[in-house]
Protein backbone atom coordinates (compact mmCIF):
# COMPACT_ATOMS: atom_id res chain seq x y z
CA UNK A 1 0.00 0.00 0.00
CA UNK A 2 1.08 3.48 -0.73
CA UNK A 3 0.94 6.49 1.73
CA UNK A 4 1.08 9.49 -0.57
CA UNK A 5 1.57 13.18 1.13
CA UNK A 6 3.60 15.07 3.51
CA UNK A 7 1.18 15.04 6.35
CA UNK A 8 0.11 11.52 5.89
CA UNK A 9 3.82 10.09 5.57
CA UNK A 10 4.45 11.63 8.81
CA UNK A 11 1.72 10.56 10.69
CA UNK A 12 3.02 7.03 9.73
CA UNK A 13 6.47 7.84 10.99
CA UNK A 14 5.15 8.90 14.29
CA UNK A 15 2.57 6.24 14.61
CA UNK A 16 5.42 3.65 13.63
CA UNK A 17 3.57 1.62 10.63
CA UNK A 18 6.12 -0.38 9.11
CA UNK A 19 7.27 1.54 6.25
CA UNK A 20 9.07 -0.41 3.38
CA UNK A 21 10.68 2.70 1.40
CA UNK A 22 10.10 5.96 1.16
CA UNK A 23 10.39 8.00 -2.16
CA UNK A 24 11.52 11.81 -2.03
CA UNK A 25 11.31 14.27 -4.58
CA UNK A 26 15.22 15.35 -5.13
CA UNK A 27 13.94 19.07 -5.42
CA UNK A 28 11.90 19.13 -2.27
CA UNK A 29 13.88 19.73 1.09
CA UNK A 30 12.52 22.24 2.87
CA UNK A 31 9.86 21.95 6.30
CA UNK A 32 8.46 19.05 6.47
CA UNK A 33 10.21 16.69 3.97
CA UNK A 34 13.40 17.64 6.16
CA UNK A 35 11.54 16.23 8.47
CA UNK A 36 10.64 13.09 7.03
CA UNK A 37 14.23 12.74 5.83
CA UNK A 38 15.34 12.60 9.40
CA UNK A 39 12.57 10.65 10.80
CA UNK A 40 13.51 7.97 8.43
CA UNK A 41 17.25 7.91 8.84
CA UNK A 42 16.39 7.55 12.76
CA UNK A 43 14.20 4.75 12.30
CA UNK A 44 16.32 3.15 9.46
CA UNK A 45 13.98 3.48 6.39
CA UNK A 46 15.43 3.07 3.40
CA UNK A 47 15.18 6.41 1.44
CA UNK A 48 15.25 6.84 -2.41
CA UNK A 49 15.46 10.67 -3.90
CA UNK A 50 13.74 10.52 -7.44
CA UNK A 51 12.78 12.96 -9.45
CA UNK A 52 9.18 14.60 -9.72
CA UNK A 53 8.22 12.13 -13.29
CA UNK A 54 8.79 8.89 -11.08
CA UNK A 55 6.59 10.63 -8.53
CA UNK A 56 3.98 11.59 -11.37
CA UNK A 57 4.38 7.52 -12.69
CA UNK A 58 3.57 6.22 -9.30
CA UNK A 59 0.72 8.74 -7.70
CA UNK A 60 -2.63 7.20 -7.02
CA UNK A 61 -3.84 10.75 -5.80
CA UNK A 62 -1.98 13.28 -8.04
CA UNK A 63 -1.29 14.85 -4.57
CA UNK A 64 2.11 13.35 -3.37
CA UNK A 65 3.55 16.88 -2.53
CA UNK A 66 6.82 15.11 -3.13
CA UNK A 67 6.84 12.12 -1.11
CA UNK A 68 5.36 8.72 -1.24
CA UNK A 69 6.03 6.14 1.74
CA UNK A 70 5.37 2.28 0.29
CA UNK A 71 4.27 0.04 3.01
CA UNK A 72 2.94 -3.41 3.66
CA UNK A 73 -1.18 -3.91 3.20
CA UNK A 74 -3.52 -2.06 5.48
CA UNK A 75 -3.57 -4.27 9.00
CA UNK A 76 -7.14 -3.93 9.56
CA UNK A 77 -8.68 -4.77 13.29
CA UNK A 78 -11.29 -7.55 14.00
CA UNK A 79 -14.87 -5.79 15.97
CA UNK A 80 -13.14 -8.12 18.88
CA UNK A 81 -9.99 -6.44 18.97
CA UNK A 82 -12.32 -3.05 18.70
CA UNK A 83 -14.28 -4.09 21.72
CA UNK A 84 -11.69 -5.71 23.64
CA UNK A 85 -9.46 -2.13 23.72
CA UNK A 86 -12.29 -0.41 24.64
CA UNK A 87 -13.06 -2.66 28.19
CA UNK A 88 -9.18 -2.77 28.32
CA UNK A 89 -9.44 1.50 28.44
CA UNK A 90 -12.86 0.72 30.96
CA UNK A 91 -14.72 3.44 28.83
CA UNK A 92 -17.89 3.39 26.64
CA UNK A 93 -17.72 2.01 23.47
CA UNK A 94 -17.82 4.69 20.58
CA UNK A 95 -18.37 3.38 16.69
CA UNK A 96 -18.62 4.05 13.61
CA UNK A 97 -20.43 2.28 11.27
CA UNK A 98 -19.99 2.64 6.93
CA UNK A 99 -22.90 0.59 5.10
CA UNK A 100 -21.06 0.45 1.50
CA UNK A 101 -19.32 3.80 1.66
CA UNK A 102 -17.61 3.54 -2.21
CA UNK A 103 -15.80 6.74 -2.48
CA UNK A 104 -12.52 6.39 -0.84
CA UNK A 105 -12.48 10.20 -0.50
CA UNK A 106 -16.16 9.74 1.79
CA UNK A 107 -14.14 6.92 3.65
CA UNK A 108 -10.66 9.21 4.64
CA UNK A 109 -13.25 12.10 5.39
CA UNK A 110 -15.34 9.71 7.77
CA UNK A 111 -11.99 8.29 9.50
CA UNK A 112 -10.13 11.81 9.95
CA UNK A 113 -13.72 12.91 11.68
CA UNK A 114 -14.31 9.81 13.50
CA UNK A 115 -10.37 10.15 14.75
CA UNK A 116 -11.31 13.83 15.44
CA UNK A 117 -14.47 13.22 17.64
CA UNK A 118 -13.12 10.24 19.55
CA UNK A 119 -14.54 7.50 18.05
CA UNK A 120 -12.54 3.99 18.97
CA UNK A 121 -13.24 1.81 15.37
CA UNK A 122 -14.59 1.71 12.30
CA UNK A 123 -16.34 -0.88 11.00
CA UNK A 124 -16.75 -1.47 6.96
CA UNK A 125 -18.37 -4.26 5.13
CA UNK A 126 -15.98 -6.20 2.85
CA UNK A 127 -18.09 -6.54 -0.10
CA UNK A 128 -19.54 -2.69 -1.73
CA UNK A 129 -17.20 -0.93 0.33
CA UNK A 130 -13.80 1.01 -0.30
CA UNK A 131 -10.68 0.08 1.14
CA UNK A 132 -7.97 1.96 3.18
CA UNK A 133 -5.91 3.15 -0.43
CA UNK A 134 -3.19 5.95 -0.68
CA UNK A 135 -6.42 7.88 -1.47
CA UNK A 136 -8.16 7.17 1.91
CA UNK A 137 -4.37 8.02 3.27
CA UNK A 138 -4.34 11.15 1.75
CA UNK A 139 -7.87 12.60 2.59
CA UNK A 140 -7.89 11.55 6.47
CA UNK A 141 -4.57 13.07 6.60
CA UNK A 142 -3.20 10.35 8.42
CA UNK A 143 -5.92 9.92 10.59
CA UNK A 144 -6.14 6.10 9.39
CA UNK A 145 -2.54 5.70 11.22
CA UNK A 146 -4.36 6.24 14.75
CA UNK A 147 -7.77 4.68 13.89
CA UNK A 148 -8.59 0.49 14.27
CA UNK A 149 -10.48 -0.31 11.47
CA UNK A 150 -12.50 -3.38 10.73
CA UNK A 151 -14.32 -5.37 8.02
CA UNK A 152 -17.06 -7.68 8.44
CA UNK A 153 -18.90 -10.29 6.03
CA UNK A 154 -22.72 -8.60 7.34
CA UNK A 155 -23.09 -5.41 8.63
CA UNK A 156 -26.37 -6.61 9.82
CA UNK A 157 -25.32 -9.62 11.96
CA UNK A 158 -22.13 -7.30 13.12
CA UNK A 159 -24.91 -4.99 14.37
CA UNK A 160 -26.96 -7.96 16.79
CA UNK A 161 -23.46 -8.74 18.25
CA UNK A 162 -22.77 -5.05 19.10
CA UNK A 163 -26.31 -5.43 21.07
CA UNK A 164 -25.28 -8.22 22.81
CA UNK A 165 -22.32 -6.33 23.99
CA UNK A 166 -24.85 -3.81 25.58
CA UNK A 167 -24.29 -1.20 22.75
CA UNK A 168 -27.17 1.26 21.01
CA UNK A 169 -27.20 1.16 17.66
CA UNK A 170 -28.26 4.72 15.77
CA UNK A 171 -28.77 4.99 11.87
CA UNK A 172 -28.94 7.97 9.96
CA UNK A 173 -31.56 8.64 7.65
CA UNK A 174 -33.40 11.14 6.47
CA UNK A 175 -37.16 10.18 8.23
CA UNK A 176 -36.03 10.02 11.82
CA UNK A 177 -35.77 11.92 14.81
CA UNK A 178 -33.74 14.98 14.77
CA UNK A 179 -30.32 14.32 15.99
CA UNK A 180 -29.87 17.21 18.68
CA UNK A 181 -32.66 15.09 20.48
CA UNK A 182 -30.80 11.68 21.28
CA UNK A 183 -29.39 10.33 24.06
CA UNK A 184 -25.82 9.80 23.18
CA UNK A 185 -24.52 8.36 26.50
CA UNK A 186 -23.60 5.01 26.83
CA UNK A 187 -22.06 2.19 24.46
CA UNK A 188 -23.04 3.82 21.10
CA UNK A 189 -22.73 2.72 17.17
CA UNK A 190 -23.40 5.37 14.62
CA UNK A 191 -24.45 3.96 11.13
CA UNK A 192 -24.04 6.08 8.30
CA UNK A 193 -25.19 4.54 4.56
CA UNK A 194 -24.15 4.40 0.71
CA UNK A 195 -23.40 8.04 -0.80
CA UNK A 196 -26.74 7.42 -3.02
CA UNK A 197 -29.04 5.22 -1.33
CA UNK A 198 -28.44 5.52 2.08
CA UNK A 199 -28.43 2.81 4.90
CA UNK A 200 -29.64 -0.78 3.24
CA UNK A 201 -33.04 -2.16 4.33
CA UNK A 202 -31.74 -5.03 6.39
CA UNK A 203 -28.96 -2.74 8.29
CA UNK A 204 -31.90 -0.17 8.92
CA UNK A 205 -34.22 -2.47 10.10
CA UNK A 206 -31.25 -3.61 12.80
CA UNK A 207 -31.00 0.27 14.09
CA UNK A 208 -32.61 0.25 17.49
CA UNK A 209 -33.31 3.93 16.21
CA UNK A 210 -33.53 6.27 12.98
CA UNK A 211 -31.99 10.04 13.41
CA UNK A 212 -31.69 12.65 10.45
CA UNK A 213 -30.24 16.02 10.63
CA UNK A 214 -33.25 19.04 9.70
CA UNK A 215 -32.35 20.71 6.37
CA UNK A 216 -34.01 23.95 5.79
CA UNK A 217 -32.57 24.71 1.89
CA UNK A 218 -33.94 23.36 -1.07
CA UNK A 219 -31.59 20.15 -0.97
CA UNK A 220 -33.10 17.44 1.26
CA UNK A 221 -29.86 15.91 2.23
CA UNK A 222 -26.08 15.95 2.94
CA UNK A 223 -22.86 14.39 1.01
CA UNK A 224 -22.63 11.10 3.32
CA UNK A 225 -19.23 12.73 4.85
CA UNK A 226 -20.72 15.72 6.09
CA UNK A 227 -23.85 14.27 7.30
CA UNK A 228 -21.60 11.97 9.21
CA UNK A 229 -19.50 14.22 10.76
CA UNK A 230 -22.25 16.41 12.22
CA UNK A 231 -23.34 13.34 13.34
CA UNK A 232 -19.92 12.23 15.37
CA UNK A 233 -19.36 15.50 16.71
CA UNK A 234 -23.22 16.25 18.45
CA UNK A 235 -22.33 12.67 19.82
CA UNK A 236 -18.65 13.52 21.05
CA UNK A 237 -19.78 17.12 22.12
CA UNK A 238 -22.47 15.30 24.52
CA UNK A 239 -20.32 12.21 25.78
CA UNK A 240 -17.65 14.84 26.50
CA UNK A 241 -14.73 13.17 24.25
CA UNK A 242 -12.49 15.76 22.39
Known amino acids: MQIEG ?7 LKKEIPLDVIYVSKDSKEGSIRKIIS ?5 KIILKQTDRMKLEQMTETAAHQGVIALTMDYAYSTVEEILASVKMQNKTGFLLILDEIEDPHNLGALIRSAEGAGVDGVILPKRRSATVNATVEKTSAGAVSYMKVARVTNISQTIELLKKENYWVYGLDMDGTEYTQNDW ?3 IAIVVGNEGKGMGRLVRQHCDKILSIPMKGQIQSLNASVAGSVILFEASKQRGTK
Not at 6 to 11: I, M, P, Q, S, Y
Not at 39 to 43: F, G, I, S, T, V
Request: glycine share 6%; hydrophobic share 40%.
Open 185 to 187: SGN
Open 6 to 12: RNAVLEA
Open 39 to 43: MAKEK
